[in-house]
């Protein structure tokens, strides 16, 4: 149990500080165009990829995001889904410190209350035996309907995002890439063990690979646009809570993963779950959080996501005569 917890928390730390490098990208590209056109652009997401690619910084974010897959791909080898997702919610405590660099202020009190909250979560559930599922074999009827749903939410959560409020559309932005992440993370376990046990060939001619390619990268783009219209805190906070959400589910119906029914295990999880989501909506409606949307309504790519108005400059009076 202990190599896959590593593995997990080294993880959560590798995708903070991806996301993290990869919001940094994001504000430059929108300070280098004054004229925000992705506000115009069809698809604003495809314009602001383009230009993200020539940034090194999004670049060593990129290449830290994949490290953070190997990390997790390995951990879900050694580990079941139940256990190693939820693991991922200390993504929070990392980057809770990396959001307030950005602005240059330390986090408030209240802000690491939060973050010890979320600690004794994570310790809660894996302290308790039979809290954390271990075992569990893949149902892939169950996979595939599963894969069904979650593109249906993800569809819905960005059709209902549009022209809501900054922090409220990162929500619902993060939270389809919170879904996205976790479909990845159950056919990541699948493909891996796959390719472990069967070789390159069968791997190659099957489906799961192809399905988690096309998730992996609808979470990559769904959680560049999170972290352009809102706060890097927030939009972390909504992944935090959806992804290991959706693949404790997974793990229950897809997986046939086994929960123990006792009272010790089963208060642990619940008083785990209850320290977890009160840590990461105090983190979520933190003040740090609040500087970072305001910041980034004005300098961000979507400024026009909700509906914080853009300064705009008074016109010249003409001159006396």
């Known amino acids: 149990m202990l190599i896959p917890v590593l593995l997990g928390f080294a993880t959560a730390f590798l995708f903070a500080a991806s996301a993290a490098l990869q919001r940094s990208a994001v504000l430059v590209v929108a300070d280098a165009d004054t004229e925000h056109r992705a506000n115009r652009h ?47 919610v200390t993504q929070l405590l990392f980057a809770l410190p990396m959001a307030s660099a950005v602005i240059r202020q330390w986090p408030a009190a209240r802000d690491w209350v939060a ?51 900054p922090l409220m559309h990162s929500a619902l932005i993060a939270s389809a890439a919170g879904v996205c992440y976790a479909i990845s993370a159950a056919l990541m376990k699948l493909t891996t063990d796959d390719l472990l046990n069967h ?48 693949s404790y589910v997974l793990g229950m119906l897809a997986f046939h993963a086994t929960l123990s029914t006792s009272p010790g295990p089963l208060a642990a999880s619940a008083g785990a779950a209850a320290l977890l989501v009160a840590g990461v909506f105090g983190l979520a409606h933190s003040p740090t959080v609040q500087r970072e949307t305001t910041r980034t309504a004005t ?15 008074a016109p010249a009076q003409p001159p006396d005569t």
């Open 199 to 246: 070789g390159v060939l069968a791997t190659a001619l099957d489906w799961p690979g192809y399905v988690l390619a096309l998730s992996t990268l609808s979470g990559l783009l769904l959680g560049q646009q999170a972290y352009g219209s809102g706060s890097l805190s927030a939009a972390i906070a909504v992944m935090s809570i959806v992804n290991p959400a959706v």
């Open 42 to 88: 069809r698809i604003p997401i495809l314009w602001l990829i383009r230009r993200l690619v020539r940034q090194r910084i999004w670049i060593t974010g990129w290449l830290t995001n994949l490290l953070g897959f190997v990390s997790q791909a390995a951990a879900l080898h050694f580990g079941s889904i139940a256990l190693v997702q939820p693991l991922l």
């Open 299 to 313: 300098h961000g790519v979507y400024p026009n996501a909700g509906n914080v108005p853009r300064k705009v400059a």
């Open 115 to 165: 973050a010890v909250a979320i600690s004794g979560g994570v310790a809660c559930f894996l302290a308790v035996e039979g809290a954390a599922p271990l075992d569990g074999s893949p149902d892939r009827g169950r996979l595939v309907v599963a894969v069904v749903v979650a593109a249906a939410a993800v569809v819905t959560l960005v059709q209902i995002a549009q022209g809501r409020g």
